[in-house]
């Protein structure tokens, strides 16, 4: 009997959860950034180096992975993921310089990172029904977003006590440790499942041929022969292009908050309390994944990035007058919801076009949007600060690419299911 004999979908999915808690470790870096500044003396910009590296490779790791576990399976891709998370970490710990923490933490950990995304997501999505696909991704994604409630007051209180070194030492133990743990119960569903049930299949009859032919008429309503595409498919799709740069551009000023939130809270308002911020933020992150996920199993994924989006767009605009610690909290807490929805929204919206067979490769060739995204939000915010001293100019960048955002999905088409629905 193999392992996927043993669990159910339910440990699947709790075991998700905590591998994507332990992978957080990303949305706590504005903490992290800020000790390197004030330790180490470094500038904006060099502190946002291995941030930028981290999510560019993230996204890498997250392309490959997803390839390469649809293969071979994802428990592989985890404990790859253990050993490449702990090790990058462990050697920005023993160096402290610019380059090897970007190597460490940006290359290495950033891969390790992703492949483990993509890894938790995958097979957990393959144990539950369609209607619950955006239920189940925002539930995985969320764990997260609440990883930040755990490693905001762990760092802050790590860095006043041992420092920045290490701190990120202990991080890469703790973090090998129980993602190799964790592991044991990332399994695809066995042989004979039935997800839709939550039990092995029975025997054809007739009434399930009937509704096979029905699955199938919508299948044909939406342009697909079997629901599924594979990437080159997919990657021959309009669609792709206009979710590649939705994803791309929408998470710009999601990752630049998340990556600057206590700089932001020191340089705006004089807050030296900037990881009280990162912990609100990322509860919001959280609430957005998880109930963005099965707000738009509701309305419709497209219906719900026209909401978030504008929501955003007018945040942004308003921003760099946020002037004191409340109004400045209110803005996280809405940039927090609203990234949290987009990324939740994301991969069931690619499970709807191009079906689950495929879903690690298509999901991880359009997750190096976020890649993008994370150059461009994080970068924009630490040169423009190193330049005049604050942020107001990269709010606005931040507001127009959602603008454009907004506008491409307004542009985008989708006919059949009415979880898809403009």
């Avoid at 404990?79 to 610019?98: D, E, Q």
Wanted: aromatic share 10%; charged share 10%; net charge positive.
């Amino acid at each position: 009997m193999n392992r996927a004999d043993k669990v159910n979908k339910w440990i699947v999915l709790w075991s998700a959860i905590g591998v994507s808690v332990i992978l957080g470790i990303l949305y706590v870096w504005s903490v992290i950034s800020k000790g390197l500044m004030n330790e180490l003396g470094w500038t904006s910009t060099q502190a946002s180096l291995p941030y930028t590296i981290f999510t560019i490779m993230m996204a890498v790791g997250f392309f490959s992975a997803g390839k390469i576990q649809d293969g071979i399976g994802p428990r592989k891709c985890v404990v790859a993921c253990a050993v490449l998370m702990g090790a990058g970490l462990v050697i920005s710990g023993l160096f402290t310089s610019p380059w090897l923490v970007a190597l460490g933490f940006g290359v290495i950990c950033g891969g390790g990172v992703g492949a483990g995304n993509v890894s938790s997501l995958a097979p957990t999505l393959k144990w539950f029904p369609s209607n619950q696909k955006g239920m189940v991704s925002g539930a995985v994604l969320a764990g997260i977003g609440f990883s930040a409630v755990i490693y905001a007051p762990v760092s802050n209180f790590l860095l006043q006590v041992i420092g920045v070194s290490q701190s990120l030492l202990i991080y890469g133990a703790v973090s090998f440790v129980f993602m190799y743990l964790l592991s044991f119960n990332m399994v695809d569903p066995p042989e004979g499942y039935d997800k839709e049930t939550g039990s092995f299949r029975p025997e054809p009859s007739d009434k399930m041929e009937e509704t096979g032919k029905e699955a199938a008429s919508l299948q044909d309503a939406a342009g697909q022969s079997d629901g599924e595409m594979n990437t080159k498919e997919m990657l021959r799709s309009p669609n792709f292009y206009k979710q590649f740069v939705i994803f791309a551009l929408s998470s710009a000023s999601g990752l630049m908050i998340i990556g600057h939130a206590a700089k932001i809270a020191q340089v705006q308002v004089n807050w030296e309390g900037g990881f009280l911020l990162v912990i609100i933020l990322n509860m919001l992150n959280t609430a957005g994944r998880f109930l963005g996920g099965s707000i738009s199993d509701k309305i419709g994924r497209l219906n719900t990035l026209k909401l978030i989006l504008v929501v955003q767009a007018v945040n942004m605009l308003l921003f760099g007058f946020y002037d004191s610690i409340p109004i400045i909290i209110v803005g996280i807490m809405v940039q927090g919801f609203c990234y949290g929805t987009i990324f939740s929204v994301m991969p069931s919206l690619t499970a709807d076009l191009y079906g689950m067979r495929n879903f690690g490769a298509n999901y991880g060739s359009l997750f190096l949007a976020w890649g993008i995204g994370g150059i461009i939000g994080p970068m924009t915010a630490a040169r423009v600060l190193d330049t005049t001293g604050k942020y107001s100019i990269a709010y606005m960048i931040a507001c127009a690419l959602t603008v454009v955002a907004l506008a491409i999905v307004f542009a985008m088409k989708i006919k059949g299911v009415s979880r898809q629905k403009a």
